[in-house]
């Protein structure tokens, strides 16, 4: 899988913890940023490269991360065609792909330890959307194209 990855300063130790664990999976990564943890930058910069990559197709799923999970999660979710989950756990990880198809895991650096993290990535890069669920996210999708009308 093609998997754009991005962070904040907050997020940057896990990010390559995250990248290294994908290379060593056989997935493709990009990695869209920041370089430091030292450094401070804005999440919204960086969720949005994440965003664009996979509403583009030039990834098939994004990974985001800054302390909480919470602010690139939300900068995330601005981008028309994005589902963007924050998750706490395996069950959180597995049914943000399952009932809602989300395209972009957002996860809190400072909130969830590295071994759950990597955890995460995985159970949520091997669960399937289940199609019992379709018609709520056509309403979701239904919501966000009346938002842009507007």
Do not use: W
């Not at 940057?12 to 430091?36: F, Q, R, W």
């Not at 399937?128 to 379709?134: G, I, L, N």
Request: net charge negative; charged share 20%.
């Amino acid at each position: 899988m093609k998997i754009a990855v991005a962070a904040d300063h907050g997020g940057y130790p896990l990010k390559a913890e995250i990248m290294t664990h994908l290379s060593a999976e056989g997935h493709e990564v990009t990695d869209l940023g920041c370089n430091s943890a030292t450094e401070s930058v804005d999440y919204p910069d960086y969720a949005v490269l994440v965003a664009r990559a996979v509403v583009s197709g030039s990834a098939d799923f994004g990974i985001a991360l800054c302390g909480t999970g919470i602010g690139i999660s939300i900068a995330a979710n601005k981008i028309s065609g994005v589902r963007a989950a924050l998750v706490h756990d395996l069950t959180t990880a597995r049914l943000a792909r399952e009932h809602n198809n989300a395209n972009v895991l957002c996860l809190g650096a400072r909130t969830t330890d590295s071994a759950l993290a990597l955890a995460c990535v995985d159970a949520f890069l091997k669960a399937q959307p289940e199609a019992r669920h379709q018609a709520r996210l056509d309403k979701i999708t239904a919501l966000e194209q009346s938002a842009l009308q507007e």
